[in-house]
T-cell receptor, first 114, second 116 residues
Framework: AQSVTQPDIHITVSEGASLELRCNYS??????LFWYVQSPGQGLQLLLK??????LVQGIKGFEAEFKRSQSSFNLRKPSVHWSDAAEYFC????????????FGPGTSLSVIP | DAGVIQSPRHEVTEMGQEVTLRCKPI?????LFWYRQTMMRGLELLIY??????IDDSGMPEDRFSAKMPNASFSTLKIQPSEPRDSAVYFC???WGPGSPNTEAFFGQGTRLTVV
């Protein structure tokens, strides 16, 4: 069965510092991979996605993620964090089968220090 | 399109009462998902539909929970009777089918349910 782990429950970074959020997945084939962001009191918004092709994916708000098949990872990065990036971040895995069910990781809460 | 629309945004009800959550997916999407989010369990998939047909309801916690999708533009999640442990934020999401380059879920803003 597919699964998603996000090893860091909570991360605190200073504004302007770089950021990397980790995501590992377990799946027998190459999955669809997503990163979503959830601001307080809001629904989830897609940051970026990987389906195939270039393993470095660019997303909105200056985020990028790199798919590494050998490590079963899809880590999210941002070179310079802004205070408005403080939110909950979810990695998700979708199956390339006839049923499009996406499994979400437990989330990483990001705090940004001024 | 206005996105996925959920109602109500907040619901407070007494234990034992029936609760109905509503969702209008994005027009043209053929998948609809219901999720529950709690601090303890994170984001859980409860059930999802494809072309109005329930495909996988293995995440529905108990028989007290039921979901319907009578047409492509409307779905309900019902809890009867409700219990305090059902308190959570319930999200509805919709997407295009698999194989589409746009296979991503668009989420509503959620319904915050409090059962007292």
């Amino acid at each position: 069965a597919q699964s998603v782990t996000q090893p860091d429950i909570h991360i605190t970074v200073s504004e302007g510092a770089s950021l990397e959020l980790r995501c590992n997945y377990s799946y027998g084939a190459t999955p669809y991979l997503f990163w979503y962001v959830q601001s307080p009191g809001q629904g989830l918004q897609l940051l970026l996605k990987y389906f195939s092709g270039d393993t470095l994916v660019q997303g909105i708000k200056g985020f990028e993620a790199e798919f590494k098949r050998s490590q079963s990872s899809f880590n999210l990065r941002k070179p310079s964090v802004h205070w408005s990036d403080a939110a909950e971040y979810f990695c998700a895995v979708g199956m390339k089968t006839s049923y499009d069910k996406v499994i979400f990781g437990p989330g990483t809460s990001l705090s940004v220090i001024p | 399109d206005a996105g996925v629309i959920q109602s109500p945004r907040h619901e407070v009800t007494e234990m034992g009462q029936e609760v109905t959550l509503r969702c209008k997916p994005i027009s043209g999407h053929d998948y609809l998902f219901w999720y529950r989010q709690t601090m303890m369990r994170g984001l859980e998939l409860l059930i999802y539909f494809n072309n109005n047909v329930p495909i996988d309801d293995s995440g529905m916690p108990e028989d007290r929970f039921s979901a319907k999708m009578p047409n492509a533009s409307f779905s309900t999640l019902k809890i009867q009777p409700s219990e305090p442990r059902d308190s959570a934020v319930y999200f509805c999401a919709s997407s295009w089918g698999p194989g589409s380059p746009n296979t991503e879920a668009f989420f509503g803003q959620g319904t915050r349910l409090t059962v007292v």
